[in-house]
């Protein structure tokens, strides 16, 4: 019954731009956020944001290019990505936490889980 929807992914040249959009129902979360998974590598945490307050965080490696924010009526998390490099190629997960801790980095800490949208890179 709980349903996280992604979408947006796909091509784009180096230095350009992309919004990822995931759509959720079921239950409330406290924490949204996207990770990613490239071929050969474990998934890594992006971004995270929280519902009530709407505190962010960020991975050092897109920290100034990505903004992660949320449309509370819609009850949709967004993913911009800005200034994108080949190296961001990989497929996005959009996820929720149901815990009311503290925004989370590890993978295990998440609940729920989108089907995942590629993105790629060209250079």
């Known amino acids: 019954q709980v349903q996280l929807v992604e979408s947006g992914g796909g091509l784009v040249q180096t230095g350009g731009s992309l919004r990822l959009s995931c759509a959720a129902s079921?239950?409330?979360?406290?924490?949204m956020g996207w990770f990613r998974q490239a071929p050969g590598k474990e998934r890594e945490f992006v971004a995270a944001?929280?519902?009530?307050?709407?505190?962010?965080y960020y991975a050092d490696s897109v920290r100034g290019r990505f903004t992660i924010f949320r449309d509370n009526a819609k009850n949709t998390v967004y993913l911009q990505m800005n200034i994108l490099k080949p190296e961001d190629t990989a497929v996005y997960y959009c996820?929720?936490?149901?815990?009311?801790?503290?925004?989370?980095?590890?993978?295990?800490?998440?609940?729920?889980w989108g089907q995942g949208t590629q993105v790629t890179v060209s250079s």
């Open positions: 996820a929720a936490k149901r815990s009311v801790a503290a925004a989370s980095r590890a993978v295990r800490d998440y609940d729920y």
């Open positions: 079921g239950r409330t979360f406290s924490t």
């Open positions: 944001i929280r519902w009530t307050g709407g505190s962010t």
